[in-house]
């Protein structure tokens, strides 16, 4: 059976209200003004060090970094599940899938820690029998390290494996990894897909094992 690997914000659940809401809070510690939802949304993808120092500005030190992302992490920690749900059709996709004998697992830049919990908070984590996060590995997605130590446990090899996701950095881990791809149109950063496309398209995990044969 294929090995199906999963993005997680984006994808699985739409977690945009949750990190805007620990991004202005952060920056009103920090004494400045919130940013835009969609502000907010653009920077989401390559992890919450990333996040932090788009979300602070290029001018900010690495000391003032830290106290930000400090309390970031703190922050979002407490209300990381106020606003976050899975997408509609993920549910319906994910069962059909494991009904189907699939091996799934995730692959996200976001910590962790936080991904097991969001997870394990929405009752998904029974989905998977592997779940990584950006501090997972000495290097984040778009680096295939993770995805090929995914496909190393399962046991499988790139022909048999599929990374599902919403924006280029999953496709371009896909590409480095040599496995095939799928976009979805829904998630966060849909647009980059125009510059990366997957191999497969979609607008709803519901249609997923479907499209895949």
């Not at 914000?9 to 510690?29: E, H, I, M, Q």
């Not at 690495?62 to 059709?89: K, M, Q």
Request: proline share 8%; charged share 20%; with cysteine.
């Amino acid at each position: 059976m294929d090995l199906l690997v999963f993005d997680l914000d984006g994808t699985l659940v739409d977690s945009t209200l949750d990190l805007a809401n620990s991004v202005n809070a952060t920056r009103t510690y920090m004494g400045m003004q919130p940013l835009p939802i969609p502000t907010v949304a653009s920077y989401v993808g390559n992890g919450a060090p990333v996040l932090i120092r788009k979300a602070i500005g290029p001018e900010a030190d690495e000391e003032t970094l830290d106290v930000a992302l400090t309390y970031f992490l703190s922050w979002y920690r407490e209300h990381i599940l106020d606003n976050t749900l899975p997408y509609p059709g993920v549910i319906e996709g994910l069962d059909e899938a494991l009904n189907a004998g699939h091996k799934m697992a995730v692959l996200t830049n976001k910590p962790e820690r936080f991904s097991k919990t969001l997870l394990a908070g929405l009752g998904m984590d029974k989905y998977f029998f592997r779940v990584y996060g950006g501090n997972s590995f000495p290097l984040k997605k778009p680096n295939p390290f993770g995805l090929q130590k995914l496909m190393e446990e399962a046991e499988v090899q790139p022909a048999q494996t599929w990374m599902i996701g919403d924006s280029s950095v999953d496709i371009l881990t896909a590409r480095n990894a040599g496995v095939r791809c799928v976009g979805v149109t829904y998630g966060i950063q849909p647009e980059s897909l125009e510059t990366y496309p997957p191999d497969v398209l979609l607008d709803s995990l519901a249609g997923l094992l479907p499209a895949l044969k």
